[in-house]
């Protein structure tokens, strides 16, 4: 890339930009929203990342508004990291929901968790909280990195997205542990999930019995 701006030298500035692959894969559907019983929805987005379809998710690290402290994120990140050494250990895979942005430099912005903090992660989701905006992570290098190793996305922030999104879902299931800002909860019935990554859109709903 190349800027043709010049400095105080008259020079101007030629940069090296690294270019990664958005690796997809085949198997995805159609998400057809009408389908589906809303009250079965856990999270339905037209604006995620991600292609295909998971069906064994029964778990859900939360970190629900109340819990959420601007200021403290450096500590919701080092929570989160320690739950995560847990699923690591239980050998589980979850679903991560939590408000701002994820992986986020600006501490201010959202959670600054990096990949090896979140690494049992298969879908994480961003949903909107007073005072963070509401711009998507899409296109950032860690989101790359997380797109690379086949992790959904979710974007339940934007105004302009539609979307859905069943706080009260999570809440009626077994809670089975917290913290000072994340809790943990397992559901009896495995999640659907289904993403188009060519119409950029997504559905997280519970498994028909």
Same mark, same amino acid.
């Given at each position: ?12 500035? #030629? ?8 690796i997809g894969e085949k198997g995805s559907e159609r998400v057809q929203i009408e389908e589906m019983e809303k009250k079965n929805v856990l999270m339905y987005s037209d604006h995620i990342m991600g292609n295909g379809m998971i069906d064994d998710l029964e ?82 290098? #860690? ?43 397992? #559901? ?22």
């Amino acid at each position: 890339a190349i800027d043709l701006n010049m400095d105080s030298k008259y020079k101007t500035t #030629f940069y090296l930009l690294q270019m990664k692959p958005l690796i997809g894969e085949k198997g995805s559907e159609r998400v057809q929203i009408e389908e589906m019983e809303k009250k079965n929805v856990l999270m339905y987005s037209d604006h995620i990342m991600g292609n295909g379809m998971i069906d064994d998710l029964e778990e859900v690290l939360f970190i629900p508004q109340e819990n959420y402290e601007i200021h403290e994120t450096l500590e919701i990140a080092a929570e989160i990291e320690s739950f995560n050494k847990e699923m690591v250990k239980e050998k589980k895979n979850y679903i991560l929901i939590g408000p701002g942005r994820w992986g986020t430099r600006d501490r201010l912005l959202g959670i600054p968790v990096n990949w090896p903090m979140i690494s049992n992660a298969k879908i994480i989701a961003e949903y909107s909280y007073p005072g963070l905006g509401g711009q998507a992570s899409m296109g950032s290098h #860690f989101f790359h990195n997380v797109t690379a190793m086949r992790i959904g996305y979710f974007n339940l922030t934007d105004s302009r997205v539609e979307h859905i999104f069943n706080v009260d879902l999570i809440r009626n299931q077994e809670l089975v542990s917290e913290g000072k800002y994340v809790k943990r909860y397992r #559901f009896k019935t495995p999640f659907s999930v289904h993403m188009d990554g060519l119409a950029g859109e997504g559905l997280v709903c519970l498994k028909d019995k």
